[in-house]
DNA sequence: TTGACTTATATGTCTAGACATATAATCGTG
DNA sequence: CACGATTATATGTCTAGACATATAAGTCAA
């Protein structure tokens, strides 16, 4: 068959390499439905075999498949397709300043309150600790061509980031501090809609009962909390959008 | 140092395998920031000597992290530590079923409207088509513990998908059936808020006026499209949750 | 029939080499 | 000094072996 004579060196006549060849004509099958999910694909040995290669290299294609979850490899049984991946989104939420200038707008932002103080029960049952420390309590607001983007109300936990005291949020928003000073190990997203009440109305210039699309982040470093933020955008303008390749 | 002295072989007295444990020496490196954004890790020729192994072992700790972006590597440069992902979160979309009895709860299925009809230019602008095919709308509520969980309003390109006219989404969602008839290439979400409408509010049982997530998701096969779904969540008690590691 | 033991086998990991290739760094030259 | 050619080097890919290990499947006894 025409795979197996086309020579599989190196630099014979094929543009990519031989793995990466491996690995396409295979998740080709896979992503057409030839070899539908708990098909068993052929055998390591067979592999060398067709593409005249070493056990290595098609072990490489193989595990970059199991890697990307397109496969399953099962000792002794064989390596099987995978259901499809129940729709899982790849969802990316860069930081604002990204985010905005990667739409083709300007990007601007406002301090509208910071303060210091020392963590209140309701800091604490956001923040997820027990301990009463300090915190620092910022509420801004993130604007694309001057017009309102985002407002943003972010607790940040002194005791875990203690050299926040001394930053300037005036000049640099939180977010962008905090991606550049403090590395994160975990983080959760919950995005949920409401309707504007009157501060987020007033900040983001919207009607009162606008709908509002709502972020709320959490960032740890390893067990400590880092930073707890509430973000709200214009709910019929703003839209998060993702595009992703599926298996 | 330590890591050079335990013997770095198989069965030695380490659990892990080597290659895995250099993958992890590295990323807790970077995690903790002990290895900073633009840091150059050691070459390959010094972690061989380190952990006195072969250049494959090391290279594939080094491939695994660099097809995880957590570094960066260039020929005759070296490997470098990436800049963080920017918050990048996954956000996993399951299926509406899979996403109910997740959550411990009983799923239920409603279809309330399923028409077949030639693709009106609504239709077309929707699904991103331009030529008049069929279409299958259907209309249909999701419920969790017999409450309202979810209304879907989703268009079928037959054109594309033309055992979809075969199918029986009396009984079967039609997320499910294509999730299992259908294999998909590429997917673009889109999550927006809105306030309920007169007949959203009727199908979730809430008020019109209240707020409701919005999830669009258009699904194609190559270059063909195969779906365009929206769903209607009630936004004050539904929330997305993605709770991810980060680098 | 069932449970315990054995065996065959596919994957998992690893080695000590090899040549290919992109490119940072150096060296020459105008 | 600017720019083109050369060289050194780190990664990229590949080989032909090896032993480890989980486990499907077969075997045998209670």
Redesign the interface.
Known sequence: MSLASERAKPGASSKPTLYKRIRLDIETR????EWPPGHRIPFEHQLMARYRCSR?TVNKALS?LA?ADLIERRRRAGSFVRR?Q??????????MR?EITALGRSYGYQLIDCRRRTATAADRARLGVSMAGKVIAITCRHSADNVPFAVEDRLIDLSTVPEAATADFAREPP?SWL?HH??????????????ADDRTAKALDIAV??????ID?Y?WR?ARTVTAVRLH?P??T?????????G
Request: proline letters at 5%; aromatic letters at 6%; a neutral charge.
């Open positions: 896979i992503l057409t439905g290595m970059e890697q499809p129940h729709l899982s989104a790849v969802l990316k939420i860069a930081d990204a977010g991606l403090v590395p994160w190990t975990e983080a959760e997203h919950t995005i949920s809609a409401v309707v009962g606008a709908p509002c699309l709502v982040r960032t390893s955008y709910g019929e703003h839209r998060l959008v993702a595009r992703f390749k599926g």
